[in-house]
């Protein structure tokens, strides 16, 4: 069955260092989500990502995030000055049409210390 | 605005009995709502959505208008259901609202 890879698993950085999370979404999938939970709370939406373009972001997703698609197969969060409430799980997502076939990766464990 | 509630941080039972995962909505329009299931250490798996009226590792939901509910139910638990089930709505985009989600500890 075809999966969302997402790498690192776990990662360590130090406020104020800008750090990237990459994901590989299902090959033949046309939308792209970020989603992040921090400990003990709900997993929040961050933003949707369609035909090389934002098409919807949470009030979380600052000017401090970015996504971006460099190339046919990965999806990538940028954090740029990582703060220590940024410490959470983040999850990408992918779909092909609206929410039928929402995949999502086994995610990235955020640590700014 | 969109919003789900999932009262119980933790609900235990023994095998064999059987399940109720309770879970309200908010939404003005005509949501579409799903059940996700995390098992330990194991990613979001969609578990069944209203829609599809489907039973899966039999877990059944209806969706009650009515009451704003969309309440997951198993007649028997067994000690493999033992996970995080979240409630998710979506209000007619692709964004998925999640409730806080519940831990099912199925005791033998």
């Known amino acids: 069955e075809p999966e969302v890879t997402q790498t690192p698993s776990h990662q360590v950085t130090q406020m104020g260092q800008e750090v990237i999370l990459r994901c590989v979404p299902i090959?033949?999938?046309?939308?792209f989500y970020w989603y992040r939970q921090i400990l003990g709370q709900k997993v929040e939406f961050l933003v949707s990502f369609y035909n090389n373009e934002i098409s919807e972001k949470s009030e979380i997703f600052d000017d401090q995030f970015s996504v971006e698609r460099p190339d046919g197969s990965n999806f990538t969060l940028k954090i740029r000055s990582t703060k220590l409430e940024d410490s959470a799980m983040y999850f990408c997502a992918s779909s092909p049409k609206g929410t039928d076939g929402y995949t999502f990766g086994s995610g990235t464990r955020l640590t700014v210390v | 605005a969109q919003r789900v509630t999932q009262p119980e941080k933790l609900l235990s039972v023994f095998k064999g009995a059987p399940v109720e995962l309770k879970c309200n909505y908010s939404y003005s329009g005509s949501p579409e709502l799903f059940w996700y299931v995390q098992y330990s250490r194991q990613r979001l798996q969609l578990l069944l959505r209203?829609?599809s009226r489907e039973s899966i590792k039999g877990f059944t939901a209806d969706l009650n208008k009515g009451e704003t509910s969309f309440h997951l139910k198993k007649p028997f638990a067994q000690e493999e259901d033992s996970a995080m089930y979240y409630c998710a709505l979506t209000g007619g985009g692709n964004k998925l609202t999640f409730g806080t989600g519940t831990q099912l500890k199925v005791e033998l």
């Open positions: 209203h829609i």
């Open positions: 090959s033949n999938h046309l939308y």
